[in-house]
């Protein structure tokens, strides 16, 4: 089996079509249990369907087929948070920007200070190309009206030093 580093950035990047058609959609889970084997089988099976995948294209098509819009822009928000806290946000101020909830962030920022599970995120955000389409991305989906004003602004000056660092 090949193994191919997802590119998240990638995953981001058309969110923005996501969002004008589905921004009040929610992700719904069955209320029926999963045993612990089940649930650590299930997961095993879903790292080797993006793994065994060759190319960008079939990637592509299998994220896209196999996630619901609503997915896509639950996900889309995740990255954007970990690159935020990674750039030094706080869970309040991205909560603010990205309209997530503070208990979700928490659990993100624990990951992102205490392990390397999101570095392949991090070091993305790093590249000129991937702190391009973060950029893009990050300002599709922040929800108009949902951040303060200084807030915005600090992010929007934030956004344009990112963006002389590219």
């Known amino acids: 089996m090949a193994k191919h580093p997802i590119n998240w950035m990638f995953f981001c990047y058309n969110i923005k079509h996501y969002l004008i058609d589905n921004v009040n959609v929610m992700v719904h889970i069955s209320k029926r249990k999963v045993s612990a084997k089940v649930l650590a089988e ?20 299998v994220l896209y087929n196999l996630l619901t819009p ?24 991205v909560s603010e920007l990205l309209c997530m909830s503070p208990t979700t ?9 205490n392990t390397d599970s999101f570095s392949s995120i991090t070091k993305t955000l790093k590249t ?3 702190r391009k389409i973060f950029i893009e991305n990050l300002v599709a989906l922040l929800t ?3 951040a303060s004003k200084k807030l915005q ?4 000056t934030d956004i344009d030093k990112w963006k002389s660092g590219m």
């Not at 928000?77 to 101020?93: E, P």
């Not at 962030?105 to 200070?113: A, D, M, P």
């Not at 602004?153 to 929007?156: D, H, V």
């Open 144 to 146: 108009p009206g949902g």
């Open 70 to 93: 609503s997915e896509h822009i639950l996900l889309a928000k995740r990255v954007m948070a970990i690159g935020l806290l990674d750039l030094g946000y706080s869970t309040y101020q």
């Open 128 to 130: 000129s190309r991937g």
């Open 42 to 61: 299930m997961k095993t099976q879903l790292v080797n369907i993006f793994f065994v995948q060759n190319s960008r294209k079939n990637f592509e098509s």
């Open 105 to 113: 962030l928490g659990k993100i920022q624990n990951k992102v200070e």
């Open 153 to 156: 602004q600090q992010l929007y």
